[in-house]
């Protein structure tokens, strides 16, 4: 938010209505730019904030996350007509994943919409889309605004979040099954909270959606009813290594909005993404549908998958080959982190065909820094199931107390 | 087919216009049953006579033939059709404010501007070669880049070596001049400000462009290269409109069926491919191939529908320039009004009222700003010279093509209309003194009216601005420029597709052509 007092070219990044909360707590001044916004980082340890999404309760600040209000007697349509998923099933109340293609079949962004009434929705995008959003609006009967500083919003997420907020006075959150959501009156000041079921860790978890002026009530409420739940503010670092370990894909990283890229053939389709199970080719027309359906014909020429890598050195920005020797090269890894409680070194990875296929194996060259001192290592890497790690609780419902 | 069953046709096609028919003939000739769905009570679209005062008829949007080429007339059967030209070579001459008017016939050229007459014969000498080389561009569908297909490869080829083939000077001076403004290309080769304001004309006529904007030599040699080079205005005896009533002759020969007073509200698709049409009435007729001679916009967003399509086509489609800048004047006159210092063969012909280049250009600056011009620049005829039967016996008609009257003008036309009409009567009556005394009536149709007269969206009558972005491999859009957009089964026939607009007929023709090689 833009304060009165400094004129907007001496504050080039905005302040989200958590920051002097999260100021306060942070401990190694870590942060961030994030759509606009400044963002923490890491707030004590990336390690100690990652164990708190696998074990207790992690707050999340995702304030920057771009939001959308759809609305109109075409809202439906519009949104069929944009995203590559059936949204013709999306019932207020519920929440869908999906994303949404140029032209060419190419990935523009993913993102969640959120079904609050009929014909009334919200998209929350990683990146800015209104030019995209109006383009795809002609000849739809659709209004479209962008409301991120409009709505406050934190991520709730660990095991012990269900009875944080059912501490909290959250009667019945319980009952929200994932992708749901609902419209609650936090005590004592009936504070009007949206709960969703959802998140991106891959873990049991809420996401928190609040005006501005209510946004450090909420997190104080939250903090003091935590205070016996682990409750623990993280940054970007550590909801990175969940997000690797529940295979989620981010934009800039795993693939490049086909709206920014400038190179010939660096764009990504769905389908080479492994998101093909969000493309539903019978619902009608989508945008890309026609491109997707030639591409679905020829077959993938390349395929994001999961790779699990020999020994414990993160696969940063790695090369993978199809022999030891490294002479052939066949793809790259997007993202790569250890993975502490699966306790094995995983990647995402862009694989040329036909070296993705579930099993096969590659090689990754491997750059070690042993105290100045470069090593190459050519690590061997086993293509695998995603997500890497899917614990029960995070579709339970109700979810365990704690 | 009977008329208890549910009709059914190889091919539909929306529209009755020029375009319309001539694609509805040659579907017809290719053995398909084509079925011609036409809004309007008579067919011909944007080149019909109408009446517009009683006793008085004139062709009420087009209102001369010199585009559509002689082997197509031919192939049509035209004459045979009942298609008769009342006049033809119609003499051009520029109107000059001091009586000293201009015909561009070489003889009269030559013996009041001597160099200049040096120069109009080499820049028509040119302009043929050139014409010659560019005119497979406009009769032939444009080819489709990076499909690898060797029929477009070819295509490109032929092109490039027609250009190699015009020599050295002659294509050295085609690249040179491609892509200026047309007053630096005239300020080159001639001096009399007459001469150069009559040659702009053709530059920008039913344009949205001045002579001073870039693309205006293009335009101008797209007007040459279409009329194959040579000066054939003509004029159908009993307006435009007998073109089409031979046209539509012409197609019903040939086996088509043609319904006026049908208009088209949808386009159906089913399972991503066009599948008929309904009516407005809300009868539905199933074919397997539905061509649209409508513009661009009305086919796509109109009829179609953008859930049909993707959204960066469809992007492209709203943003394609369709405002149209000229507007039709029609008088009603009791008796032939008396041009001082013009004979009457000159009066039979084209008069243009454009005294020079920067007249043009300042019309022009008016509708750069939402404005009417304050001195237009017109085309005029008075096509009952040739044709009396246009009017009642001993009374004329005069049709003028006006601009620039902007699609959107910043006061509205309703308040403007009048004081539009009576600036353009004023300024042909600076040239004919009792042009007031003889007025009966007067009709003017502006760019809106245009629209909603011949529905073409804009009014432009080229259905999208003629220019680079919009030619040739683009027009009307990437994604449709082979008379084919993205939903299959449905292709385009009309002014957007390329060549574009003017009394033509080739858009139909190409399109015919296409849909009976590819849904053979």
Redesign the interface.
Known sequence: MLTESEPHFRQPLLKTPFHERARALSQVDSFVAWSGYSTVDVFTTVEQEYFAIRNSTSVYDLTPMVKYRIVGAGAL?FLN??MTRDMRNLAPGKVAYSVWC??SGHLIDDGTVFCLAVNEYRLCTAERQLD?LC??A???DVEIAEVTEEVAALALQGPTSCALLQALGFDGVERLKPFELRQFAMPPAALPVMVSRTGFTGDLGYELWMQPADAEGVWDALMEAGRTRGIRPIGSRALNIARIEAGFLLPNLDFISAGHTLRIGTERSPLELGLGWLVDFGK??F????ALLEEQRRGPARLLVGLDIEGNKPAHNTLLYADRAGMKQVGSVTSATWSPTTKRNLALAMLDAPHFAMGAAVWAEIYLNRELTWQRRMARARVVERPFYAPARRRATPPADF | MTAAGTPRYDCIVVGGGHNGLVCAAYLARGGRSVLVLEAAGQVGGAAVTREFAPGFQVSACAHLLHLMPGALMRELGLSAQGLKLAAQHLPTTALSGDGAHLSLAPAGLAQRLPADAVAYGEWQALGQRLAAALHPVLTDAPPRLGTGSWRARASLLRLGWRIRRLGRCDMRELLRIGGMNVQDLLDERFESPLLKGALAVDAVLGTNLGPRSPGTVLTLLYRMAAAGGAEALAQPAGGLGALSTALAGAATAAGAQIRTQAPVARILVSADRASGVVLASGEEIAADVVVSSADPKTTFLGLLGSEHLDAGFTRRVAQLRTGGLAAKLHLALERLPQFPDLDRQALRGRLLIAPSPQYIERAFNHAKYGEFSAAPMLEITVPTLADPTLAPPGKHVLSAIVQYAPYSLRSGWQAQRQSFTDLAIDTIGAFAPDLRDCLHSAQLLTPPDIEREFRIAGGHWHHAELALDQFFLVRPVPGAAQYQGPVAGLYLCGAGCHPGGGVMGVAGRNAARQVLREAA
Do not use: E
């Open positions: 349509r007509r944009l140029d032209d995209w383009a795809s002609i000849g739809f009608g027309h945008t890309g549908r026609r």
